[in-house]
C-alpha cells in the first residue's frame, strides 16, 4: 500500500541478540554438547531452574542455541530471533528444533522425546525496544514448571516504575563473547538484575547491567521472572543486551526483553494447539474498536476471537469483482511509521460486499483499502 511502509528488517545480531550460533548441522542426538552454555557470573541451582529450558534450532547447514521459558507443560516462550535467522525472514520448520529436560544438565542427558508442532513468532527490530517473542507448541508436556502464569502488563508496570528485581535464568557463556576459550557450564544459571522504568506501550522491558555479570551468547529466550504473593510470574523472554561483561562495545550494561502477555494472540493460540483453554488470568480479551467507516462502507459484522482470529464481512459502494487490500499494521515509535504485519487482496462479491479473515493483536490497526488507497474502513484491536 502507497500510505503504509514496510520496513525492511534486518538482523540484530550486531546489536547484541544472543543467541549461540554452532556449524554443526542438525541438533546432534548425542549425551554430551562440546559447547553448553550459561550465564556470566551466575549461580547455579536456583529454585526456579525448572523454568529454563535448552534448545537447538537448525538452520539448514548451519544453527544456534537458545534458551526457552517453560510456560506451560507443553509451552514454551522464547526470542523470535532464536526461530527466524533474520528479522522478516520465514519461522523455521518446527522439526528443526531439537528440545532437552526442562533444567536438565545437557552434558548428562538426552534430547527430551518430544517434538514441537507450532510455532508463531514476532521480531520487530527497533532502537531500545525490540519487540522479540516466539511461542512453542509440544506434542506432549515436558514436565512441570514453576511458573504460575504469566505477568499482567499493569504488574509489570508497577515493578518498572519501582526498579523491582527480577530474576533470570537460563543458559549462556561463562565469558564474554570475544573470549577464544567459549567457555560455558552444562546447567542454567541465575541472576538478579533491576528493572528500569523503560516498560511503556512498546511492550518490551529493561533491565540494569553492574558490568560484573549478565546474560550472553545462549542466553537468548531464557526467562524473566518475579515472585508475588506466592505466585511466580514470567514477565517475559530475553532479547538481547550490551556492554560489559558480555560485550565489549563500549555501552552500558543493560539487557532487554518482550513482555509475553502483551501478546494476547499469539499466546491463546499456542494454547489452543495444545488443546488448552485461552488465559484468562493474565491475558486480557480481544475487542475490535467501532469501526471508522468511510466512502459509504457499512459493516455486516466483525468479531475477533481469543487468539486473535478476526472474521469480518462489510458492504462497499464498490462495483461487484473490485479488488480490496485487507492490512494488519502496528505503528512504529521508534521510526515513527506504520509498519506492515500482514496484508493479502479480496476481491467484492454482488452488491459490493465481502468477507475476509485475518489475525490481529492488541494495539494493531485492521484497515481495508481499495485500489487507489483510499480507506474504506479499519478497526482498531483493544484489549480489556
Known sequence: MAQLIVRRLTALIATGTLGVAFLT?????????????????????????????????????????????????????TAAHCVMEEAGDPIVSPSAITVWPAGANVEAVAPADVQVTFISA???????????IAFMTLDRPLGATPITRLAKPQEVSTLAKAGAPITYVGY???????????????????????????????????????????????????PYMHEVAGELLLIGPLSGGSGPPCESDGAEA?????????????????????????????????????PN?????????????????????????????????????????????????????????????????????????VALYDKKDRLLIEWD???R
Request: aromatic share 6%; with cysteine.
Open 25 to 77: 548441522g542438525p541438533p546432534a542426538a548425542s549425551t554430551t554438547l562440546t559447547s553448553a552454555p550459561t550465564v556470566i557470573g551466575g549461580q547455579p541451582d536456583h529454585p526456579w531452574s525448572g523454568a529454563a529450558v535448552y534448545f537447538e534450532t537448525s538452520f539448514g547447514a548451519d544453527g544456534s542455541s537458545c534458551t526457552g521459558a517453560l510456560w506451560k507443560p507443553q509451552i514454551i516462550v
Open 122 to 132: 514476532e521480531w520487530i527490530p527497533a532502537d531500545g525496544s525490540t519487540v522479540d
Open 172 to 222: 549462556g557463556l561463562t565469558v564474554p563473547r570475544d573470549d577464544p576459550s567459549q567457555a560455558s557450564s552444562p546447567v542454567p544459571l541465575s541472576l538478579s538484575e533491576p528493572l528500569t522504568d523503560m516498560y511503556d506501550e512498546n511492550k518490551t522491558f529493561t533491565v540494569l547491567g553492574d558490568g560484573v555479570r549478565s546474560t550472553c551468547a545462549g542466553d537468548s529466550g531464557g
Open 254 to 290: 543493560d539487557a532487554a526483553g518482550t513482555v509475553a502477555s502483551d501478546f494476547a494472540a499469539m499466546a491463546n493460540e499456542a494454547l489452543s494447539n495444545a488443546g488448552l483453554e485461552p488465559d484468562q488470568q493474565s491475558i486480557s480479551t480481544l475487542v475490535l474498536s467501532q
Open 293 to 365: 467507516t468511510k466512502r459509504g462502507t457499512k459493516v455486516i459484522a466483525a468479531q475477533i476471537g481469543t487468539t486473535g482470529q478476526m472474521r469480518a464481512a462489510v458492504e462497499t459502494r464498490l462495483g461487484r469483482n473490485s479488488p480490496v487490500w485487507v492490512g494488519v499494521y502496528a505503528w512504529d515509535d521508534a521510526a515513527d511509521e506504520w509498519t506492515v504485519i500482514s496484508e493479502k487482496r479480496v476481491r467484492t462479491r454482488k452488491n459490493g460486499r465481502l468477507s475476509f479473515t485475518t489475525r490481529a493483536d492488541q494495539d494493531q490497526v
Open 381 to 383: 484491536v483493544l484489549a
